[in-house]
């Protein structure tokens, strides 16, 4: 007979298992990302949450760097119910730990896009996914590089954001979180015909035959043509999804370090991502929380909700592939 008393409360650090949740409350305790274990052991994990806290690349207002932070602390609600609307833990069935921040060296600035990509290298050698938090958006660069070493190159990317990030920038070592998609295309790591990127409301001369679901367009055709035109353009091939906060209207998502009005809204981004589960997604990212900006930590939560129906998502395609 089993006499142990049960464990209540950090979870991050006394949890026995890497499945399960443990009772917690929400006002208190190690902070991790949904309560998940910490721990740098890859055995047995089939998704390691990672923060990739890097804000010298912005072209406007610092403060990505604390975006992790402020995404784990937002989480701790989401830790202790079902998830909605998927009504299930998948925690139950599919091990999922936080492997806390990837160690950046700001002060040699050169170093910081070999250090993301071996970062990511380490945890996908595994054969765990990948889903990161930052964060400026130049991070997703070295993320791609090290998934497409992973998983094939061209990728598909499914990429919400209010910027293309495709503005010409040729210089090999440039920090730049307006130009890596410009990079990854021209490196080969990611197909843009067969990519989509969702929400975009700012200009660029050229759009690198991105598919472009402008927000202008999402409010107009709405939901299900959206998710419709995102499975069509992506098919079966493997997809990396990144998700800029600013994706969103600031009346959604304040905190941020470049925010455009007329964006989508959170309630609009959270049912297409819900909608994905047929797409092969073999990693994801939630980028440029700026808490410093944010009001009652509305873009933390949003962000968070994000990222929890991303590892739903992940779940879901491990159960569908079983």
């Not at 090290?146 to 954001?161: C, M, N, T, V």
């Not at 493997?238 to 989508?264: E, N, R, S």
Request: net charge negative.
């Amino acid at each position: 007979m089993d006499t142990a008393e049960p464990v209540f409360g950090d979870g991050a650090i006394r949890r026995p298992s890497l499945y399960g949740s443990l009772r917690e409350n929400t006002f208190a305790g190690v902070l991790s990302f949904m309560r998940r274990k910490y721990t740098h052991d890859l055995t047995g994990v089939d998704l390691a949450i990672t923060g990739i806290p890097l804000d010298i690349a912005t072209t406007f207002r610092p403060g990505a760097r604390l975006g992790p932070r402020a995404m784990r602390a937002a989480s701790a609600q989401l830790g202790t119910l079902l998830p909605y609307p998927w009504g299930v833990n998948p925690f139950n069935d599919y091990a999922v730990i936080d492997y806390g921040d990837c160690w950046l060296d700001v002060h040699n600035p050169m170093t910081i896009k070999q250090t993301i990509v071996d970062h990511a290298r380490t945890i996908l050698a595994s054969g765990s996914k990948m889903l990161s938090f930052g964060g400026d958006h130049y991070v997703t660069y070295p993320l791609l590089i090290a998934h497409a070493e992973k998983y094939g190159r061209p990728l598909s990317l499914i990429h919400f954001d209010a910027h293309c990030d495709t503005w010409p920038d040729d210089k090999p070592d440039s920090l730049n979180h307006g130009s890596m998609f410009y990079k990854a295309v021209k490196d080969g790591l990611i197909d843009p015909v067969h990519s989509v990127q969702i929400g975009i409301r700012t200009w660029n001369d050229d759009f690198m035959n991105f598919n472009i679901l402008d927000a202008p367009w999402v409010h107009g055709h709405g939901v299900s043509a959206t998710i419709e035109q995102i499975k069509s353009v992506v098919g079966t091939r493997p997809a990396y999804l990144t998700f800029d906060v600013d994706c969103l209207d600031p009346a959604f998502a304040p905190g941020t370090g470049t925010p455009v009005p007329g964006g989508l809204s959170t309630a609009q981004a959270l049912a297409i991502i819900r909608a994905l589960g047929s797409i092969d997604l073999i990693g994801a990212d939630v980028m440029e929380v700026a808490p410093a900006y944010d009001h009652a930590d509305i873009t933390a939560l949003a962000a968070a909700h994000i990222a929890s129906d991303l590892i739903c998502l992940f779940r879901q395609r491990a159960r569908q592939s079983a």
